[in-house]
C-alpha cells in the first residue's frame, strides 16, 4: 500500500504535536467544495504544527495535488455515478502506528465511515465528525430514494451520535440534522472566501470580449459541478422563461459534470467555461451581472459566497446553506425551491433596475468580507485542543 505525501509536517518543539487521523470519503480523486475545504484545512493545521495522516480513497489520476499524508483505503467507483467511489475500512496498522490523538471523520454514508466509528473505539480515541453534503436531498434524483433515504437518515442518527462533536458549517444545516432527530454536540463551522481573489475590482472586459460577451450584456452566472443534484433542470427552465419575457441577456457556465448535456440541450446559446480556478475563476465572476443557484444539495454554498465576495446579487433556492448567506430582499433573493418561474421573476426585477443591483452586490460584498478562512480553521484546531484536553 502506498502512502501520498506533500509538504513536510512543522513540529511544535515545546511538546508532542497534536495528532489528527482525518478520515474522509473525498480529498484528491475529484475536484469538489469536500475536497478543496478539507485540503485547505490539513494545510492550516500542518502550517500550525499539527500532525495529520489522512484516508480516502483514490483514483486512477489525481484531480488535484493534495495537502499533507494520504493513505489510500479501498474503493470503487459508485454504481451509475463511476465519478465518485465508494470506499470500504480503514487500513489498521498505519492508523495504529500513527497513535492519533483524534480522530476526524468527514461524513459519508459508506462502510469507510463505519470502520472510522470503530477504530476510534478500538483504540480510545475520540471521534468528531463534520457535514460536507445533504445527501438526503441528492437521492430524490435516483430511483428507489423513498426507502433509501429511511435507511440514509438512520445511518446518519447513528454516526453523528458516536461523535464526540458535529462541525456544523450553517446554521440552517444544524436545524435540518436536529429535525432529522440527529442528537450530538454540535458546532458551527462556517466557510470562509479569499476576498482579495474573489472581487469585483476583478471584472475584465477583455475576459468577456474573449468569451464573446458583449460589454453591455446582461450575464447570468452558474457555477456548480455539472451533476443532476444540482438542480440543472430548473435552472434550464427559469432562464427559459426569463427569455420568454423578452429579457435580453447570455448565459455563462462554470463547470463540468457528467450531467452536463442537459444544459448544453436545455441552453444552446449558452458560454460554457468549463472548469476554472484561481484568477480566471474570479474572472468569470466579476464578469458577470447576477448568480443564479438554485440547488437544495448545499451545506454551505461556497460558490454562493465566491459570488457575494465579487459583488454578484445572488438569487438562490430558500435551501440550507444558502439561506445562511443570503440576506433576501438586501443581497439578492431567495425563492422556492424548484419554482422556475420564481427564478425567471427575480432575474427579471434584477435585469431591468441597475441602481438595485448596484445595492445588492455593495452588501453582498461587505457580508462577504465578515468571513475569513483563517477564522474558519482556528475554530477546529481549538476544538481539536479541548476535545483532547489541551
Same mark, same amino acid.
Given at each position: ?12 518543539? =515545546?511538546?508532542?504535536? /497534536?495528532?489528527? #487521523?482525518?478520515?474522509?470519503?473525498? &480529498?484528491?480523486? $475529484? +475536484?469538489?467544495?469536500? *475536497? %478543496? ?63 492519533? =490523538?483524534?480522530?476526524? /471523520?468527514?461524513? #459519508?454514508?459508506?462502510?469507510?465511515? &463505519?470502520?472510522? $466509528? +470503530?477504530?476510534?473505539? *478500538? %483504540? ?84 468577456? *470580449? ?181
Amino acid at each position: 500500500m502506498s502512502v501520498q505525501t506533500s509538504s513536510p509536517i512543522v513540529r511544535n518543539n =515545546d511538546a508532542r504535536p /497534536l495528532r489528527v #487521523a482525518l478520515v474522509a470519503s473525498s &480529498y484528491n480523486y $475529484i +475536484r469538489d467544495g469536500v *475536497a %478543496l475545504t478539507l485540503n485547505r484545512l490539513v494545510t492550516y493545521l500542518e502550517r500550525h504544527g499539527v500532525e495529520v495522516l489522512v484516508f480516502a480513497p483514490v483514483g486512477k489520476t489525481a484531480a488535484l495535488d493534495h495537502a499533507g499524508t494520504l493513505v489510500p483505503v479501498p474503493s470503487i467507483p459508485v454504481p451509475l455515478r463511476s465519478e465518485y467511489r465508494l470506499a470500504f475500512a480503514i487500513p489498521k496498522a498505519p492508523l495504529a502506528a500513527f497513535k492519533p =490523538d483524534l480522530i476526524h /471523520l468527514a461524513l #459519508a454514508p459508506d462502510p469507510l465511515g &463505519y470502520s472510522a $466509528i +470503530r477504530a476510534a473505539k *478500538a %483504540l480510545n480515541v475520540p471521534l468528531v465528525a463534520s457535514c460536507h453534503t445533504r445527501f438526503d436531498t441528492y437521492l430524490k434524483h435516483y430511483p428507489g430514494s423513498a426507502l433509501a433515504e429511511g435507511l440514509l437518515k438512520r445511518y446518519l442518527r447513528f454516526a453523528y451520535g458516536a461523535a464526540r462533536e458535529v462541525y456544523v458549517p450553517s446554521g440552517s444545516m444544524l436545524d435540518a440534522l436536529k429535525a432529522d432527530g440527529v442528537q450530538s454536540a454540535f458546532k458551527l463551522w462556517p466557510r470562509g472566501v479569499d476576498t482579495r481573489l474573489f472581487n469585483p475590482d476583478k471584472r475584465s472586459p477583455a475576459w468577456r *470580449a474573449k468569451h464573446g460577451i458583449g460589454p453591455d450584456e446582461f450575464v447570468v452566472t452558474f457555477v456548480s459541478r455539472l451533476v443532476r443534484e444540482k438542480e440543472l433542470d430548473t435552472v434550464v427552465a427559469s432562464l427559459k422563461l426569463f427569455a420568454a419575457r423578452g429579457m435580453p441577456h447570455r448565459v455563462l457556465i462554470v463547470g463540468d459534470g457528467p450531467d452536463r448535456g442537459i444544459l448544453e440541450q436545455g441552453l444552446p446559446g449558452a458560454v460554457f467555461a468549463g472548469f476554472l480556478e484561481g484568477e480566471e475563476l474570479a474572472a468569470a465572476y466579476a464578469a458577470s451581472d447576477v448568480f443564479l443557484f438554485p440547488s437544495e444539495t448545499e451545506t454551505f454554498g461556497n460558490v454562493t459566497l465566491e459570488a457575494m465576495a465579487s459583488g454578484l446579487p445572488c438569487i438562490c433556492a430558500n435551501a440550507t446553506g444558502s439561506r445562511s448567506l443570503v440576506v433576501h430582499g438586501e443581497t439578492g433573493y431567495l425563492e422556492t425551491p424548484r419554482n422556475a418561474n420564481g427564478f425567471a421573476g427575480r432575474l427579471a426585477v434584477l435585469a431591468r433596475d441597475e441602481e438595485l443591483r448596484t445595492r445588492f452586490s455593495i452588501a453582498a460584498r461587505e457580508r462577504a468580507l465578515t468571513f475569513s478562512w483563517d477564522e474558519s480553521m482556528a475554530k477546529i484546531l481549538d476544538h481539536y485542543r479541548a476535545v483532547v484536553g489541551r
